[in-house]
């Protein structure tokens, strides 16, 4: 069965960084694009970045564009997310995503990982 695997979570003042890397398992890895949301209670989920299968395209949210850079490496089956200039509104749960097709929505995610804690503290 297909895992995604979140790491990297954490607290940190504002302003600091954080990596967050998503392993996954169960299946052709290049063969999905690789995505990144995050919720908080009472609220919908949010995309926050997408890349593509071969991470040649990149989509990012208004709210992290120039401060979030999505990566991913298809030999370790693994894909990334660096934050930095973190803001207490960045805190959130943050769930990786894979996809089928390269895309920001919900409706188009086909595994979920079950999500990270990530706190930006001001």
């Known amino acids: 069965q297909v895992q995604l695997a979140e790491s990297g979570g954490g607290l940190v003042q504002a302003g600091g960084s954080l990596r967050l890397s998503c392993a996954a398992s169960g299946l052709t890895f290049s063969l999905y694009a690789m995505g990144w949301f995050r919720q908080v209670p009472g609220k919908e989920r949010e995309f926050v970045s997408a890349?593509?299968?071969?991470?040649?395209?990149?989509l990012y949210g208004d709210s992290v564009k120039g401060r979030f850079t999505i990566s991913r490496d298809n030999a370790k089956n693994t894909a990334y997310l660096q934050m930095d200039s973190l803001k207490p509104e960045d805190t959130a749960v943050y769930y990786c995503?894979?996809?089928?097709?390269?895309?920001?929505?919900?409706?188009?995610?086909?595994?979920w990982g079950q999500g990270t804690q990530v706190t930006v503290s001001s």
């Open positions: 995503a894979a996809s089928r097709q390269f895309s920001s929505m919900v409706a188009d995610v086909s595994a």
């Open positions: 890349i593509s299968r071969a991470g040649f395209r990149t």
